[in-house]
């Protein structure tokens, strides 16, 4: 039996977009290939994650309503003999409670909703927030094609153990069918292979899953849909990041070997297994289109960034050049008395190089028109300059239209080393879950991808090399503040990402003055991270989705006990 995945980018609330996508993709298939059955991700006709749009009675009602006339249109395009399982959100009711909203597959044919499966998990709350409300769901759907049983599952059902999984071998499945909108993190896909051949393995049937594909606020999903046989052998895999389908014979036995798969583009060919990224591209690939589909969903036509002419800024502005073209990228350099001269020759060899938009704008007039009315001095005066940067380029973001992004990093975000109202401002903030050693690991990668390629490096060398600074005083360097950016990013990995505790860090070897500084920088800082703008999610642990502590917080880690 021939089946198509298709991994496909959805917009959350665009439900006229997301069907005319399917109906797209459905009649290209039918056309060049016939496939019986093809799959679309999970919640792919209104885009995921809804959030509290799942609670809205009119938005329930407009999707029951599009994916019943999703339906229709199929059987209208001509391709009504095939069998399309697209999600959406449905609601059921709930004695003593009334209709709730639900997450769910349809199964489109001959011009209707034959089947319909409800995933039992309200599909409302963030990614891994464990408070989830529960709710009365459908029993399990068991497709029959052309004599080939498909169990269908949404998403989290493969991750728990029985479930739809134990059901699908106990009913006998050959295919066990999984949509899914299952976010980026790093090193993730090499979990979901093999959950899904242990998964596999364990219904006993040939294991298809199909994930989205795009980003969406500070999530970015990767694709990587896959299928692997009731063996638990890989036999055909998307390629990352892009829009893409799979297209496969299923064999009649369904046991070790695959038969023929089709690329649209071309005759009848084996199944493809699309070559991995490395970890450090698969990264810089997941923030790029984080980035890109940001920008472009919200409708801004432009950027615009600070450029000091040190690595994080590089980083972003040679994101920004990658994900949207180097015409929609602007960068300003914001000197004061303090800034080197080779800070302004780096941002200006950067602008040469990626052939973005540049100009300078000195803030020394600005600054000393305020510090002749407020005469602040110390740190004060170090976040005033901070502050007319960032009021310089909201300024000129408000003047001529564009994104202003933010280039701080999860190791300054993490310790609060950086200014509210200052180096904070702006609309996205691309490298938010990056830290400072991964920023550099990652602009190494950029340029010598370039000279692979044979083409221009994006970032200055020096930028790359010269101790990180602020230059909001004379010689200052990060390293007056800050520990080893090496040994902060070890720490703030133990405390930030794996919750481990001061005393547990001082008995795996960290040193327990380390700690303590590093433990109360970051307690301290919860209320700047609050107000800091949304940014790409990279790792299990991202500020603002997945790590929420009390802003006003008695307790306090100390390596002491």
């Known amino acids: 039996m021939r089946i198509s995945l298709v991994q496909a980018n959805a917009r959350v609330g665009d439900l006229t977009v997301n069907a005319d996508l399917v109906r797209q993709a459905v009649r290209a298939l039918v056309e060049q290939c016939s496939p019986a059955l093809i799959a679309f991700p999970e919640m792919m006709l209104t885009g995921y994650p809804v959030e ?13 309503s599009a994916i019943e006339q999703l339906a229709v249109d199929l059987q209208s395009d001509g391709c009504g003999e095939v069998a399309v399982v697209v999600g959406y959100l449905d609601r059921v009711q709930i004695p003593q409670a009334g209709l709730r909203p639900v997450n769910a597959a349809a199964v489109l044919r001959n011009g209707t909703v034959t089947d319909r499966y409800v995933k039992h998990h309200l599909p409302n709350y963030g990614v891994f927030d464990e408070a989830r409300t529960f709710v009365a769901g459908s029993e399990p759907v068991l497709l029959d094609l052309h004599g080939t049983s498909i169990a269908l599952a949404i998403c989290e059902d493969l991750w728990q153990d ?11 499945a050959d295919v066990l069918l999984v949509i899914n909108a299952s976010p980026y993190e790093r090193n993730k896909d090499d979990v979901r292979l093999s959950l899904c051949q242990r998964r596999a393995r ?68 084996p199944a493809m297994v699309a070559p991995r990224l490395s970890d450090l591209e698969e990264t810089y690939r997941a923030l790029q289109l984080g980035l890109a589909d940001y920008v472009d969903k919200n409708g801004f036509a432009s950027v615009i960034l600070g450029l000091s002419g040190g690595i994080d800024s590089a980083l972003v502005a040679a994101l920004a050049c990658d994900a949207l073209g180097a015409d929609r990228v602007h960068g300003v350099a914001l000197p004061s008395r303090y800034s080197s001269d080779h800070s302004l020759q780096d941002a200006a060899d950067l602008a040469q190089r990626t052939g973005l938009s540049f100009r300078t704008v000195p803030i020394e007039p600005m600054v000393a028109a305020y510090m002749a009315n407020l005469q602040v001095t110390g740190l004060a005066e170090e976040n005033l300059q901070a ?31 950086s200014t509210l109202y200052g180096d904070s401002v702006g609309g996205f903030a691309p490298i938010k ?75 795996t070897g960290f040193d327990p003055v380390l700690v303590d500084r590093v433990l109360r920088l970051t307690d301290l800082a919860e209320y700047k991270r609050r107000q800091y703008p949304p940014g790409t999610k990279i790792s299990l642990r991202a500020f603002g989705r997945d790590r929420r502590l009390p802003i006003t917080n008695a307790w306090r880690e100390r390596a002491g006990g």
């Open 162 to 172: 029985g479930g739809p999984v134990a059901w699908a071998r106990q009913a006998g």
């Open 202 to 269: 364990e219904a006993g049937s040939t294991l298809a899953y199909v994930n989205l594909v795009g980003g969406q606020d500070e999530l970015v999903f990767d694709g990587d849909s896959m299928v692997v046989d009731r063996n638990g052998t890989l036999i055909a895999r998307a390629p990352q990041f892009v829009p893409a389908t799979i297209t496969l014979d299923l064999p009649q036995d369904l046991g070790l070997d695959s038969g023929p798969g089709l690329d649209l583009d071309s005759s009848p060919v």
């Open 387 to 417: 502050r007319v940067r960032g009021t310089t380029l909201m300024a000129l973001s408000n003047q001529e239209g564009h994104l202003v992004l933010t280039t701080g990093n999860k190791s300054e975000l993490s310790v609060g080393y």
């Open 52 to 64: 509290d749009l799942a609670l809205r009675a009119s938005f329930q009602e407009a999707s029951i």
């Open 433 to 507: 879950d990056v830290p400072k050693t991964l920023v550099w690991d990652l602009a190494r990668w950029r340029n010598a991808a370039a000279e692979s390629a044979g083409s221009m490096p994006p970032i200055p060398p020096r930028s790359i090399t010269k101790a990180p600074s602020a230059e909001l005083r004379p010689d200052q360097k990060d390293s007056d503040s800050l520990p080893d950016y090496a040994e902060l990013d070890e720490v703030l990995a133990a405390y930030v990402d794996a919750d481990r505790g001061a005393g547990e860090l001082v008995r």
